[in-house]
């Protein structure tokens, strides 16, 4: 385990599909999220969530979490841990020390430290927290994700379990908007220039790339994201001072179908092959850059072509 932050820059491309689910509702309906075009997205806010939500679990701090199972704002959050370790009263450059030091989405992603000022009313000494910096940068960015192939919405009715008022025998009646199928890709660059700033380290990368993998299974146990399973975790690990990156990994991606079915009847893997062809015509084409590639996929993918034998598996399966 090493504290020293991260001095190459890495790339990640990961994709995960839902069946029967949506994967990220709008503010308004709760319906997938439905590009003018009709593509459907999920936002780097929800995939942050699956990733804070897991590391919580295994016992990490995290800086935008619940205390004790409570919605919290930022100022209660940090005003809790700082009881908890008995240092009421950091500010400044201290307080973001403390900060980095104790939460690894910090680290990660980076925070905006706007504190409201505590007003006294709960008995507590009256306070104001002044950070240097006021926003943290963090080293890790990933893009909006976007769902590859052509989805369809479906909209299931059913009841609830419950009245709607007292007396009445019945359930009231319920509809909810899902994905029949969709696969989603994430795109995410980790700068080793942030991460000297925000300290994320090796080991902090590793534990994000296990996040990713585990975090859309953990996300599962909702009817909502039930259908979610983690398909293929690309890590492309450049060599010290190569001031390079692809972006936008996704694009390289293509899905070919596999039977007669319709695009937007797919259900399953079984229905389509991953090409990745680009994807590793543009790996090879900076191989020089590249100090290694590792990587972690499901069973039931499809492959156009075998994976480099150089590629290094992740193995957490």
């Known amino acids: 385990m090493t504290t020293e932050p991260l001095n190459t820059r890495r790339e990640i491309l990961f994709l995960y599909d839902i069946r029967m689910g949506n994967p990220n509702g709008d ?38 979490g619940s205390i004790e199972g409570k919605t919290t704002n930022l100022t209660g959050r940090v005003s809790a841990y700082l009881e908890k370790i008995k240092q009421p009263k950091a500010n400044e450059k201290e307080l973001v020390n403390i900060l980095l030091e104790a939460f690894i989405d910090a680290r990660w992603f980076g925070s905006s430290l706007a504190f409201k000022k505590s007003d006294g009313k709960d008995g507590k000494e009256q306070r104001e927290w002044k950070p240097i910096p006021k926003t943290l940068t963090g080293a890790t960015q990933f893009n909006m994700g976007e769902v590859l192939n052509l989805a369809e919405e479906v909209q299931i ?64 146990n909702t009817r909502s994201k039930m259908g979610q399973v983690p398909r293929l975790l690309v890590s492309i690990e450049y ?11 996704m694009d390289y991606v293509k899905l070919q179908a596999a039977n007669e079915k319709k695009e937007n009847t797919w259900t399953s893997p079984t229905d389509y092959v991953l090409d990745l062809s680009v994807l590793l015509e543009r790996l090879a084409g900076q191989k020089k850059r590249i100090a290694q590639i590792r990587y972690e996929i499901s069973p039931d993918m499809q492959l156009q072509e075998k994976l480099p034998k150089h590629w290094l598996a992740l193995a957490f399966d």
Not at 178 to 205: C, P, W
């Open 157 to 220: 009715n059913g009841t609830t379990m419950f009245a709607s008022d007292e007396g009445k025998e019945q359930g009231t009646f319920t509809e909810i908007n899902v994905l029949q199928y969709a696969l989603i890709a994430f795109s995410g660059i980790v700068n080793e220039h942030s991460a000297k700033l925000s300290r994320m380290s090796a080991t902090d990368y590793e534990i994000l790339l296990k996040a990713l993998w585990n975090g859309i299974r953990s996300a599962a």
């Open 239 to 249: 060599k010290a001072g190569e001031e390079f990156q692809f972006g936008n990994l």
């Open 27 to 64: 503010p308004d309906e709760n319906r997938p999220r439905r590009l003018p075009n009709d593509r459907f997205y999920v936002t780097d806010v929800r995939l942050k969530r699956f990733v804070r939500d897991y590391v919580a679990s295994q016992g990490y701090e995290i800086l935008v």
